[in-house]
């Protein structure tokens, strides 16, 4: 982009955020990213690159008013939002949260949650990670007999894109028993060693919250909820609780739903569970804002999608005139 076009697009842009600036006021906008690599990126799901993301980071501080989470609540109870209020939050616990996303959050002062699933911190990885390696790894050239699917080739790399993205998504929506026996079938069908470590360590996660990130928690195997039994489902609520607690030595008062749409991957019975264990909020994947009238235990969160930063940056500013809780 040259620099004329720059100049333009800033003017543009500090109008517009002008304009709407003042109808976004009591109003925080919580942004939710996965992962960051600063390398090959061969994953399928929510990556983007360490360039975007540093552009991205660097204009939000610029261009609004970055909070923490614990600070946008606090804001939130004395009904005092202030304009273009952002929040930044990161899910799952992947390795990157460390080496890569805090120090750029650091750099530039921002305080971002970071929502853990933590059976990664013992096992290096989590279910999807399993799928991915077993798929990319093996020798094999073909999936076959597996859950009922067509046969699959993976002889090439987008066919083992494609292959991965199949069996993800049949998994994904399994109980985690069943699940766990799924994986467990491809990886002896595929003859293959799916071990990693590009999960979080308990001195990774100790560090960042010494560095003044939110740690939060996102249960221990990052089961849709709905379809877990109650027991279940608390079960993986507090663990996930208990073990960061017992990591940063103090309460960790915060939790993400993992997938996140309410009614469809959780419903009432988990707030009341996340009530009982003494969580402060609960986070979800339903677009809307953090307002004053919102419910702390389904607080939507909205992330635009566009790579470019100017776009980005006008649908961030457009998402604050849209009607609060427009998911509901
Ligand atoms: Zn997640």
Request: aromatic content about 10%; glycine content about 6%; charged content about 25%.
């Amino acid at each position: 982009m040259n620099n004329l076009t720059t100049r333009v697009e800033r003017c543009f842009f500090k109008l517009y955020r002008r304009v709407i600036g003042s109808s976004a006021r009591n109003r925080a906008t919580i942004l939710n990213f996965h992962r960051v690599f600063d390398g090959v990126n061969i994953g399928v799901g929510d990556f983007i690159s360490r360039d975007e993301f540093v552009l991205k980071m660097e204009f939000i501080k610029k261009y609004f008013t970055v909070l923490s989470l614990p600070e946008a609540l606090e804001c939130y109870r004395e009904k005092n939002i202030p304009s273009l209020a952002v929040i930044i939050t990161i899910d799952d616990g992947y390795q990157d949260s460390y080496s890569v996303i805090t120090p750029i959050l650091e750099s530039l002062g921002i305080q971002g949650a970071f929502f853990i699933a933590t059976e990664g911190i013992d096992n290096g990885l989590l279910w999807n990670d399993k799928i991915r390696n077993a798929i990319h790894r093996t020798e094999k050239l073909e999936v076959k007999n597996f859950l009922g699917l067509p046969c699959q080739e993976i002889n090439t790399l987008s066919n083992k894109q494609s292959a991965q993205k199949s069996i993800h998504n049949l998994c994904k929506y399994m109980t985690l028993e069943s699940r766990e026996n799924a994986i467990d079938e491809l990886i002896e069908l595929l003859d293959v060693d799916v071990s990693d470590d590009m999960f979080l360590t308990a001195a990774n996660i100790l560090e960042m919250h010494n560095a003044g990130m939110t740690i939060g928690a996102h249960t221990h195997k990052h089961p849709i909820l709905n379809l877990e039994t109650n027991e279940n489902a608390y079960l993986e609520i507090s663990q996930s609780k208990d073990i960061l607690e017992g990591i940063i030595e103090t309460s960790v008062d915060y939790f993400a739903y993992p997938n996140g749409k309410y009614n469809e991957d959780f419903n009432q019975s988990h707030i009341l569970m996340l009530k009982e264990l003494g969580f402060k909020a609960g986070l979800t994947t339903n677009w809307g804002s953090l307002h004053v009238d919102s419910d702390l235990y389904a607080i939507p969160r909205y992330t635009p999608w566009d790579r470019d930063v100017f776009r980005f940056g006008i649908r961030l500013c457009h998402h604050f005139r849209k009607k609060a809780d427009y998911w509901r």
